[in-house]
């Protein structure tokens, strides 16, 4: 292990290709620092070409889909360094990133499991509840798989606890950690963005059913609900119809600024490429 290097690990599965590129673009405009190493970690099928644009030191891939915490539990045991920036595949970044700063502080409070980068900003008063330094407070969300930089024996401690102590398979792995961490007393930051965030999520949109988020999917316990619910099979008939009404006025929302909005186009068009391919009973 190297206190002083950082390794990029990027997490990514079937069917979200069109977004990496996009992400290591931005990240490399707004990050210089030299990373020791990259990881990719695959859930799933893969192009060849894709796989070209990240060029990775090492590529760890599930060729059948296991769910995403297998994917992470297989990158970490890969990781060299004490630390590793955790990169999703729907990310844009929109300021210099100063993991330099990142890791001063990471090196200075060894009870620090991450700092992540705020996607929101700025932040409310609740989110600035407890100040861990002058920049950097407590997340009141706990772990978040947001980029973030991460200490490396700590979150492969808690990811170990997640695959052997018992838990409950309708969590995510998310809140799993952020309880696990907190009855061991260890904190999760957030940096202070100021008055602009410089991070944008742009995958809300994509097909990864929350099953595969869950820890039920370590027991191979996955279905294709997009929604996840928490494990619940069916959402009353009250979700249904509230959900009629959001679609009929995104619908309209979007028939109408796809007339000159580029995004609202994109949109359109994705749907209608989903419905030619999903089969409706």
């Known amino acids: 292990m190297n206190s002083n290097q950082i390794s990029l690990l990027i997490f990514t599965c079937e069917g979200r290709e069109h977004l990496l590129p996009t992400t290591l673009q931005s990240l490399n405009k707004t990050c210089n620092y030299p990373f020791e190493h990259t990881i990719l970690a695959i859930d799933g099928q893969y192009s060849n070409e894709t796989i070209k644009i990240v060029k990775p030191k090492f590529i760890v891939q599930n060729y ?57 900003a700025p932040l409310s008063s609740g989110e600035k509840k407890n100040s861990l330094t002058d920049r950097v407070y407590e997340s009141i969300y706990g772990f978040s798989a947001n980029p973030c930089l991460c200490r490396t024996n700590l979150v492969y401690q808690g990811f170990d606890a997640l695959k052997h102590e018992s838990r409950d398979p309708t969590l995510g792995f998310e809140q799993f950690l952020s309880q696990w961490f907190d009855k061991q007393r260890l904190f999760c ?67 109408i600024c796809q007339l000159w909005q580029r995004e609202a186009y994109d949109l359109a068009f994705r749907f209608v490429a989903t419905t030619k391919k999903t089969k409706v009973r």
């Not at 970044?93 to 090196?107: K, R, S, V």
């Not at 928490?230 to 006025?249: E, N, Q």
Request: with cysteine; net charge negative; aromatic share 12%.
């Open 64 to 120: 059948n889909r296991r769910g995403y915490i297998q994917s992470i539990l297989n990158a970490l045991k890969l990781v060299e360094t004490d630390f590793f920036f955790w990169l999703e595949d729907d990310w844009v970044f929109t300021q210099e990133i100063d993991l330099q700063y990142l890791l001063e502080e990471l090196n200075i409070n060894p009870d620090w499991v991450q700092i992540r980068l705020s996607k929101t």
């Open 189 to 255: 930051g957030v940096l202070d963005p100021g008055e602009e965030s410089p991070i944008e999520h742009t995958g809300y949109l994509e097909s990864t059913p929350r099953q595969w988020h869950m820890t039920a999917s370590l027991n191979g316990e996955t279905n294709e609900y997009l929604s996840g619910m928490r494990g619940s099979p069916s959402p009353s008939i009250w979700r249904r119809l509230l959900m009629a009404c959001k679609l009929t006025w995104a619908y309209y929302k979007v028939l």
